[in-house]
Nanobody, 120 residues
Framework: QVQLKESGGGWVQAGASLRLSCAVTGTIASVEQMAWYRQAPGDQREKIAQ???????DYATSVQGRFSIYQNNTKTTLFLQMNGLKPEDTAVYYCNAEGHIGAVSPFDSWGRGTQVAVSA
């Protein structure tokens, strides 16, 4: 049971960098995995990066080597550092958290998204 709020989106030119943030409140200790997704108009929502409780990360091939996902020490903020942005990175970016309350009650929380637009 967590609440998420993304920020940091904006408009940039190709090749620029942005850092997205996701503020996490609620039962942070229950979170087992967090991720960034994105969705462009007319496209399906795509998982871009994820990080597990122990800090292991995974990235979509489309962003591998350009994006990095990380958290602050208290896990109250999730970040997505985006370098070498391309026009195809234009999308609404969403923060996601998955975990369990107790032993049997799963949850899947989402933020409302933040817009990233990359101009050629």
């Amino acid at each position: 049971q967590v609440q998420l709020k993304e920020s940091g989106g904006g408009w940039v030119q190709a090749g620029a960098s942005l850092r997205l943030s996701c503020a996490v409140t609620g039962t942070i200790a229950s979170v087992e995995q967090m991720a960034w997704y994105r969705q462009a108009p007319g496209d399906q929502r795509e998982k871009i990066a994820q990080i597990t409780r122990d800090g292991n990360t995974d990235y979509a091939t489309s962003v591998q080597g350009r994006f990095s996902i990380y958290q602050n020490n208290t896990k109250t903020t999730l970040f997505l550092q985006m370098n070498g942005l391309k026009p195809e990175d234009t999308a609404v970016y969403y923060c996601n958290a998955e975990g369990h309350i107790g032993a049997v009650s799963p949850f899947d929380s989402w933020g409302r998204g933040t817009q990233v637009a990359v101009s050629a």
